[in-house]
């Protein structure tokens, strides 16, 4: 059974820090490309990071600068540190992994907000 379990997500005032966690399960991670998507309401999901089995990477220019996307295959996971925040970050944010299949996760919150 395949998973993708997102955590990390909560309310942080601009300007702070949010560390997003994906841990996944049933497939084989370590040759799956990983990526970070989110949704904010009435809007349509839009890619944030991604990063390629072989440790490549690729930011939306919105999050050039302040996010970093990076994995650990021992752990099976993917993460998104997300510094610099804004408020127009608000969103839910999907975990994706992609090869021969694509799967997602359900999502987390990640609101900034004062």
């Known amino acids: 059974q395949v998973q993708l379990v997102e955590s990390g997500g909560g309310l942080v005032q601009p300007g702070g820090s949010l560390r997003l966690s994906c841990a996944a399960s049933g497939f084989t991670f370590s040759i799956y490309h990983m990526g970070w998507y989110r949704q904010a309401p009435g809007k349509q999901r839009e890619l944030v990071a991604t990063?390629?089995?072989?440790?490549?990477?690729n930011y939306a220019d919105s999050v050039k600068g302040r996010f970093t996307i990076s994995r650990d295959n021992a752990k099976s996971t993917v993460y998104l540190q997300m510094n610099s925040l804004k408020p127009e970050d608000t969103a839910v944010y999907y975990c994706?992994?992609?090869?021969?299949?694509?799967?997602w996760g359900q999502g987390t919150q990640v609101t900034v907000s004062s």
């Open positions: 990063i390629t089995v072989g440790g490549s990477t």
């Open positions: 994706n992994g992609y090869s021969m299949r694509n799967y």
